[in-house]
């Protein structure tokens, strides 16, 4: 086989015309969008709105939806379809025009005013750091007077994005007084009220409590820019509503059990130190008992299901078999089946409950059913044992709980292990520094619970089921096994190459990575976040593009091409002069790209549909070969450890395994487009904002595999993603970046992953003792964006000894492995 370069040609179109991908792609969005938001009250027949109904609609959100966060996860898409133009599309009447007209003019001089502070701040400091943590606040709305009108919406809505958490303060999670007017007066106003809540982390939503006429609740979560559709596609019932919570959402702030301690709350963001341990999201709700608004996997339909449990079977992986018939008389909808499994009391101490299966039907008419078979492995039982570095399940009764969220599901089988199992012995990584008090129930509360719930299970007739794992064998993990890679073309090109060379390609571009094009530091597709080395052109190595996302691609909408050559404006000057160059016009011949924003991560789990997600994936991979993209930055697939975090709305759920699996349908959809790969990120600890690039995450082993590793685990070994990227932060005192133990121990030793692992954006620029060396000793094989300070590191260091020069051509051996993977090659026999 003979592979050559292929000619790289200017991506997107001389046209403004709407291109053959963008109808599809956006109908793609619009379906993701309104299958992920969950109605979240609904009394009195409030749902669905009659089609030509007349609606007061309010609310910063109303035509200034939030589509998504800010920084690394934004697109430059072609347009939003708002909440009032959806509205509008569907056929009912706004009659609030006049509020919604007032509330444009404060809305336009409040985002020029945002505009002109960062452009003062980016005289100081790097423009893209001074965008990316400078989110937008929205402003607050005019009074509110009386329309003829049926029913009344409010949008409340909330933008956060990377570099800064988020404060529970008023105008963040709680209402600031001119809202808690407004939803005030419309509530006297009018006598039905419909609260639509479009933001990407949890608010507080107690003021709710104390209006009778707020009569239906949705979480529109950050949808995307067909939101507006969607929604409205919701509202008419046209679309009924099926997605769920993928958190808890708390009674009060004050409830989650960092409250107090996480990020800046108690003054420190040097450290963050975990001792909530594996109690994190519903874990620690449900074991600890503690009231909350909606329970984890909670949604509302219009419709009424009936699950019902056909027959539970157990070996080395357990299988529930259950029938889902819609009761319903009007609606057809979609159901999810969750499986939940409660382990014995021993020596270790356990979660109450654990979501180990989940599977979403199909469109379910009246009087219809159907049958789901949730498989899962008997690892996603297991718990680690620190003392003995081992996965296993204790002897005991393991119950089955099966329902349709957390709050409601029964104990439906009872799995009886007679003896101790240990799945898989493994070594102890990322050793505490210092001591935590971690949180604990006392061993009589955990008894007396277990004995509950097992009571309750044989007073819903659950079956006893035998736990035979004697045939299992224990998995042994040889951390000793010398990494031999096969002689193939790639050795053969890697052996070829020389020491520079080498150090070239371990980073990105360096003149193409500095300056204030910091996160668009792409030059062959303009606004990509980077690019690699054209060192070993010559030797058929080619140069490949990275993009931002994780809701769709984050490109340059404009650029020119003047003489042959790309003539881009600046982040910066594009952003001064259109907001992202949206208006702007390049020098010379004009291209587009004009890429769809999918709704954000937080939204898209919420689905709880693997199949739409693979789906969505595929049609990112459409636009990353036809925009020349190789690798997506994305899945982001960091834990909701607490609402506060300020990139929440880039990942997925508080729970491991909706992150997981979430993760790896997204990968598999975008990697059946040949030449096409994901960045699952940020490996690992990545939960909070503020001083990203110092913090220390401190943690017990035992809460970081079970929570914040398991979620890339399980993406890693089911869809075998292209690339990871690294966080910023420590993990007990060791840079994530440096740290061997979960590059190489966990994610290459381990789970098997054999892709390239690089860093996050400037990651070794932060303080001496994170260094590119440090990367490619712990197992990165790409430095980004590239910085010739990398390189001198290396020089030095391989002259020193301290970076040996076979581990350096193992790191570039992974990377061209991926590149020619790549869309950039021709192949002939």
Known sequence: MTRTLKKRPFYGSQSQEIAAYEAPHRAAARKAAGEGIVLLKNEKQTLPLAKGSRIALYGPGATHMIKGGTGSGDVNEREVVNIYQGLLNAGYTVTSRDWIDAYDRIYTDARIAWRDGILERAKEEEFFIAYSTSPFFVPDGPDVEKTDADIAIYVLSRVAGEGADRFNEKGDFYLTDQEAKNIRDICRLYEKVILVINTGGLVDLSFADQYENIGAILYLVQPGMEGGNALADVISGQAVPSGKMTDTWADKYEDYPNAMTF?????????????????????????????????????????????????????????????????????????????????????????????????????????????????????????????????????????????????????????????????????????????????????????????????????????????????????????????????????????????????????????????????????????????????????????????????????????????????????????????????????????????????????????????????????????????????????GMNIHRNPLCGRNFEYYSEDPLVSGKMAAAMTKGVQSVPGCGTTIKHFACNNQEDNRMGSDSILSERALREIYLKGFEIAIRESRPMSIMTSYNLINGIHAANCRDTCTAAARQEWGFDGVIMTDWTTTEHGEDCTASGCMRAGNDLVMPGQFSDHDNMRKELEQGTLKEEDLRRCITRLVRVVLRSGLYETTE
């Open 263 to 635: 990020s800046h709350m108690n003054g420190n963001v040097d450290q963050e130190k975990y001792e909530e341990g594996i109690y994190v999201g519903y874990r620690y709700f449900d074991s600890f008992q503690v009231p909350v608004r909606y329970s984890f996997g909670f949604g509302l339909s219009y419709t009424d299901f009936q699950i019902e449990t056909v027959k539970v079977t157990a070996g080395s992986e357990v299988a529930a078999e259950v029938k889902v018939t819609n009761t319903g008389k009007l609606y057809s909808g979609k159901e999810v089946v969750q499986v939940y499994v409660s382990a014995p009391v021993g020596k270790l101490e356990k979660e109450s409950r654990r979501l180990c299966g989940f599977a979403k039907t199909g469109l379910l008419a009246p009087g219809e059913s159907e049958i789901l078979t949730i498989r899962f492995p008997v690892y996603r039982m297991a718990s680690y044992d620190e003392s003995s570095a081992e996965w296993l399940l204790e002897r005991g009764t393991y119950g089955v709980w099966i329902g349709n969220s957390l709050a409601d599901s029964r104990m439906e089988a009872m799995l009886v292990l007679e003896e101790e199992k240990i799945l898989s012995r493994v070594k102890n990584i990322c050793p505490l520094r210092e001591e935590l008090n971690l949180l604990s129930i006392p061993e009589e509360k955990r008894i007396a619970r277990y004995e509950a719930d097992l009571e309750s299970g044989r007073g819903n007739g659950a079956a006893e089921i035998p736990l035979d794992l004697s045939g299992v064998e224990t998995e042994v993990i040889d951390y000793e096994a010398a990494y031999e890679p096969e002689y193939d073309e790639v050795a053969q090109i890697v052996n070829g190459l020389d020491t520079e060379q080498l150090i070239r390609l371990a980073t990105g571009e360096p003149a193409k990575g500095q300056g204030s094009n910091l996160g668009s530091a792409g030059v062959s597709v303009p606004g990509s976040a980077g690019e690699t080395s054209t060192a070993a052109f010559e030797q058929g190595v080619a140069n490949i593009v990275l993009a931002d996302g994780p809701a769709g691609l984050r490109l340059m909408q404009t650029y020119g091409v003047k003489d042959g050559v790309i003539r881009m404006p600046s982040f910066e000057a594009s952003f001064e002069h259109g907001f992202f160059s949206q208006g702007f016009q390049a020098e010379g011949t004009p291209y587009y790209q004009y890429c769809t924003a999918i709704p954000v991560g937080t939204m898209l789990a919420k689905t709880w549909n693997e199949k739409l997600i693979e789906e969505t994936g595929v049609m990112i991979g459409e636009e990353m070969e036809h925009f020349g993209v190789t690798l997506w930055l994305a899945p």
